[in-house]
């Protein structure tokens, strides 16, 4: 009857950032965020109707207990049957490079294909959403936004891929999985650190200049706006009890060599999730010179230059 079905999904990276939980279930988050999907990493899942439900990652059986406990809510909304999941990653998992996000926007992407949901973007957006939160945006293609739509929160495409000709050059640090990963460090930022109350409605106001940067495409204020929300992310974590220090000494030092390229006139700024990667955003044009200028600090394993990718999507 239902037989399988494929999806693909892409990372994205949060210009302004999502870190915080309103409390409750479901990721409902504090402040609506706004991001970028990226072409270059994909994950694809793959779902078929089966005896038990099984999860695996890269060909290897794994107990996830957040793709458990969503697949247990889908399933009392929907009549699912036990399920097979098989999810590849074409990147490293876990280390700040938003795997979850791609994740979660191909799961529910696939259940909705496999079994012929019928569900709206937003409807998928919502439901990757319980998965992890950044999944949400990960459901639509170029710049994203995870704002309340009035009824749940949801993600909303600003501008499609192809409407901005701009490259996440991606410096890649250490591909070791972090040591606390971001439910827990958003929750322990919530509770513990002094700026976490100012930095909800900093993002709040932040969220309104970046929607207006990207949908007037000014990369002078988009870099602006983006260079705060991170760095502001980075000091409530830091203020955290005990402190989340999720850069490393190379993190730093490509941060420097981004500034020091704006400086010498390339359109570029960075941002850091919750991991010691840096993003470099640039003018497609001034790729080649941000990746080499980052491809040649010590500290840097690798360097990935990514285009804008497209929303989750099924491919069979
Ligand atoms: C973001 N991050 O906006 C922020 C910035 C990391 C730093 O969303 O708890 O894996 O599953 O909702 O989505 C990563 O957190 O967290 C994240 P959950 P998620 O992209």
Known sequence: MHGRATAIAHPNVALVKYWGKAPGPHNVPAAPSLSVTLDAFSTVTTVASASEDSFALNGQAVA?????????????????????????????TGCGLASSASGFAALVTAIDGCFGLGLT??????????????????????????RDDGTDWTAEELLPADAWSLSIVIGVTSTRPKAVGSTA???????????????VAATVADYA?????????????????SESSCLKMHAVALAAEPGLLYWHGATVDALHRVRALRKAGLQVFFTVDAGPQVKAV??????????AGLAELPGIEFVVVSGLGAGAACTA
């Not at 970046?210 to 706006?225: G, N, S």
Request: one cysteine or more; hydrophobic letters at 45%.
């Open 64 to 92: 996830d207990a957040k793709v458990a406990g969503l697949l247990l809510e889908l399933r009392e909304h929907f009549a699912l049957p036990p399920l097979r999941v098989a999810t590849e990653n074409d990147f490293p």
């Open 185 to 199: 460090g958003m929750e322990r930022s919530r509770l513990t650190s002094p700026f976490y109350a100012p930095w």
């Open 121 to 146: 973007m937003a409807e998928r957006s919502a439901w990757a959403r319980r998965g992890s939160g950044s999944a949400a945006r990960s459901i639509v293609g170029g710049f994203g936004v995870l």
């Open 282 to 291: 640039c003018a497609a044009g001034d790729a080649e010179a941000v990746r």
């Open 209 to 225: 200049v970046a929607r207006r940067a990207v949908t007037e495409q000014d990369f002078a204020a988009l870099a602006k706006v």
